[in-house]
């Protein structure tokens, strides 16, 4: 399959397998919302007048109480859950080396090779995803050690929480740099059709010549889903489902899984940029 050249790979290449992507996310969510919805359901909390936003009013309390009073139930649904969970990951994993491999090749997806190519660069995609989750977790435990060693001042809270959030602040950094990198890896993996190890060399070269794009590239794709996410949570709150009208509900069902299409776009476009950016040596 012949490669694109770096100026054409564009994520509005590719409409048909973003829209797939984007069933695909919504049903596993259904698949593992349902069952959790359903036991809040029965609970009778949503019946009031307030509706669910009972559960998190006054500090949470009701929400509390479910998790007290229901708790059985809930850990034997997400236990349940967990099959589901491990396969939504994998096939989540699947659609970004398909998505990657869309938008680097020029031919037309109608055949079936492209599937074969994604399904061996799949473990090597399996492998940076799960060392970059281990190198995240580290940074996390160690973010908490340092925000925990900030001495607490009864005088000055204030201070105390500015310099928790100064000791938390460049480990969320370093988080979000393997992240990105991580990304980049995935993306020479694809474009360049190498093993892993080759693949994270390529990587390491384009961090090196764009320190900047490469390692931090995804935030405007991000802060775009953010500020939707922000948007939505504002009309939903404007909305207020526990008045009268069916609409309210459908409008605010139909917002949250354009957040979701969304969320897909974003990352196509930035799959994309990550392929520009190992594509140019």
């Not at 984007?22 to 359901?41: D, H, K, T």
Request: charged share 15%; aromatic share 6%.
């Amino acid at each position: 399959m012949t490669p694109l050249g770096p100026s054409e790979i564009e994520a509005r290449r590719r409409p048909f397998v973003i829209l797939t992507i984007i069933g695909i996310r919504i049903a596993f969510g259904f698949c593992l919302s349902l069952p959790l919805a359903a036991l809040v359901a029965e609970s009778g909390v949503g019946l009031g007048e307030r509706g669910d936003r009972a559960l998190f009013e006054g500090g949470g309390y009701l929400l509390i109480e479910l998790l007290r009073v229901r708790g059985d139930a809930l850990v034997a649904a997400v236990r349940g859950l967990l099959p589901l969970l491990g396969v939504g990951l994998l096939v989540g994993s699947a659609c970004n080396v398909a998505l990657l491999i869309a938008l680097d090749v020029r031919e037309g997806l109608s055949s079936f090779t492209w599937v074969g190519r994604a399904w061996a660069r799949l473990p090597a995609q399996l492998v940076v995803g799960a060392g970059a989750a281990l190198v995240k977790v580290l940074l996390l435990l160690l973010a908490s050690i340092a925000v925990g060693a900030v001495p607490d001042s009864s005088t000055n809270p204030l201070a105390t929480t500015a310099a928790q959030v100064l000791s938390l602040l460049p480990f969320l950094v370093a988080v979000g740099a393997v992240g990105g990198f991580e990304d980049v890896a995935k993306a020479a993996l694809v474009r360049h059709d190498t093993q892993l190890g080759e693949g994270l060399r390529e990587a390491v070269g384009c961090a090196r010549r764009r320190p900047l794009r490469a390692p931090f590239g995804w935030v405007p794709y991000a802060g775009l889903w953010l500020l939707a996410m922000a948007g939505v949570s504002l009309v939903t709150e404007a909305l207020d489902v526990s008045r009268t009208g069916a609409w309210r509900v459908a409008a605010i069902f139909t917002l949250h899984q354009l957040v979701i299409a969304l969320g897909v776009v974003c990352r196509a476009a930035w799959f994309a940029r990550a392929l520009r950016l190992v594509a140019t040596r």
